[in-house]
């Protein structure tokens, strides 16, 4: 068991919490306990290390602000320039949702991996149902949590099933290499968007296409039957 020294805690301003048959620990660390989390603004920083004061000392009091950006469609392309490859660095973001349970077990364990990747790597998130929708369907993802790594014009994504911090760090250091690499591709014009979301409502809901053939083949049918009825009345009229 790790007791924080007090000049840490101090330094901190924070409080320390003992919390025991917590539900807290399956949702902030599903690997191992006891799980350490440090909450600033109210954003949760998994430390991810052995049991020693002077490194959870370091982890903390260097990341005493969130290290995971937030983007939204409106800052994506400005701030990871992914499509262009410029000049702000490499990006590993998460695509997710509020209705996501597994999206917010990896808040936690997303900051430590920022914070592990400070100054090397951007981290960061953008929600795929709501602010960032948009973007979301430009990378064709669909499902939440998506992990995609950008890297001088070139996008990765993350397929392995493991959601631990070391292998986040491992993938967007050198794994990402074993990764097939895609071409980014440019930001959607509004009408490009339209249509992508049609066509993902579709790929979503295939049950509108099977109902969109009903109903032409039903009005289809009522169209000739109409038209014999027409014919058929004409004929006795003539007769």
């Known amino acids: 068991m790790v007791h924080l020294r007090e000049d840490l ?77 410029a000049t702000t660095g490499d990006w590993f973001v998460m695509f997710y949702s509020v209705d996501c349970v597994e999206c917010v077990r990896m808040i936690a364990r997303l900051e430590a991996v920022g914070a592990k990747l400070k100054q090397k790597i951007n981290v960061a998130r953008i929600d795929k149902s709501t602010t960032g929708a948009s973007t979301a369907r430009r990378f064709n993802v669909r499902e939440t949590p998506t992990f995609i790594f950008f890297r001088h014009g070139k996008m990765y994504r993350y397929q392995i099933p493991k959601y631990d911090v070391n292998s986040f ?57 109409s038209k014999f009825r027409r014919k058929t009345e004409m004929a006795q009229k003539k007769d």
């Open 9 to 85: 805690v101090n330094s901190l301003s924070a409080w320390v919490v003992k919390a025991v048959n917590s539900q807290l620990f399956s949702l902030y660390s599903a690997t191992k306990e006891p799980a350490l989390l440090f909450f600033r603004h109210g954003m949760p920083l998994l430390y991810d290390g052995p049991p020693n004061n002077e490194l959870i000392s370091t982890m903390f009091i260097e990341n005493k602000e969130p290290t995971v950006k937030e983007l939204t469609d409106d800052t994506f392309e400005h701030l990871t320039q992914a499509s262009s490859g």
């Open 169 to 225: 760090v491992s993938f967007v250091k050198e794994w990402y290499r074993n990764a097939r690499a895609e071409t980014v591709p440019v930001p959607q014009s509004p009408f490009d968007d339209l249509v992508q979301m049609i066509a993902n409502f579709l790929h979503e809901n295939p049950w509108v296409m099977k109902l969109g053939s009903i109903t032409t083949g039903v009005f289809i049918i009522i169209s000739v039957a």
